[in-house]
């Protein structure tokens, strides 16, 4: 990535890692043009990408509206501009069974983040593609390639997510936009207090092998992801040996994760 000063839009960018990746481009002086639904918070994190070097532009929207993304896509580009990078990292969704999780929750998490990053980038793209630059990120977690019990509205949503992103790899290629999938692992974040029952589900893990990882550690693997241009971006690393060994011993993976989930639950007992 050019070091001029570029246009990034970062969704879902009030608070956790969408509020840290938008101080991390602002620590390099570009724009960031901030979305997501709380007004106050979003106005904060633009405050803090002032102060550390850049310019910020928020935009209020609830990213479940397909009708309203569409409008506020239409007037980024008049106000400000096809941005260089598009950062789709908002996502939704508790962690529940299926029993437990109704219709309206699971239309949600397929709302935000798969409907909301497609209808962003489909917005975003053809001027991206007039242009013959840009860069796409998609933020998303382990589910996109493991599978875990009581959280499969969730798992089913980043799996569309991942399937979307690996799909523009191929079909954007020629056009030299680079699509990067970032898949991070846990991360310390508001997202557990707002989604009560969701910590305790984390499959039990050794966190030599997979810390928790914090806001900004996620924000520098999505900006170094975007400035390498790299296709695909893991951390912690290891996910990248249990992909590799789910793909190949699929039976023996889902074993050791209901294990592990099942440890984590009697210890959250």
């Not at 941005?83 to 309206?104: F, S």
């Not at 690393?237 to 994760?257: C, D, M």
């Amino acid at each position: 990535m050019s070091r001029g000063r570029k246009s990034v839009l970062v969704t879902g960018s009030s608070s956790g890692i969408g509020a840290a990746i938008a101080k991390r481009f602002g620590r390099e002086g570009d724009h960031v043009v901030l979305l997501a639904r709380n007004e106050e918070r979003l106005e904060r994190t633009a405050q803090d990408v002032r102060k550390a070097g850049g310019t910020a532009t928020t935009y209020q929207i609830d990213l479940q509206d397909i009708s309203a993304t569409l409008s506020v896509a239409a007037r980024i580009t008049e106000e400000v501009g096809t941005p260089d990078l598009l950062v789709n990292n908002a996502g939704a969704g508790r962690w529940l069974p299926l029993l437990e999780t109704n219709t309206e929750e699971a239309s949600a998490m397929i709302a935000v983040p798969y409907l909301a990053a497609f209808a962003l980038t489909r917005a975003f793209v053809p001027y991206m593609i007039e242009r013959g630059s840009g860069g796409i990120a998609f933020v998303t977690s382990p589910a996109s390639y493991l599978a875990w019990p009581n959280a499969s509205a969730y798992i089913a949503s980043r799996h569309a997510l991942a399937g979307f992103a690996e799909g523009l790899q191929s079909e954007l290629k020629p056009t030299g936009i680079v699509t990067t999938l970032v898949v991070l692992g846990t991360t310390e974040t508001p997202y557990f207090e707002n989604n009560p029952g969701s910590r305790e589900r984390i499959p039990e893990a050794d966190s030599r092998l997979l810390p928790v990882l914090t806001a900004d550690q996620a924000a520098n693997a999505v900006y170094e992801g975007l400035a390498q241009r790299r296709r695909f971006v893991v951390k912690p690393g290891f996910y990248r040996v249990l992909f590799v060994l789910n793909a190949l011993f699929p039976k023996t993976v889902a074993s050791q994760i209901r294990r592990a989930a099942k440890k984590a639950r009697k210890a959250g007992a």
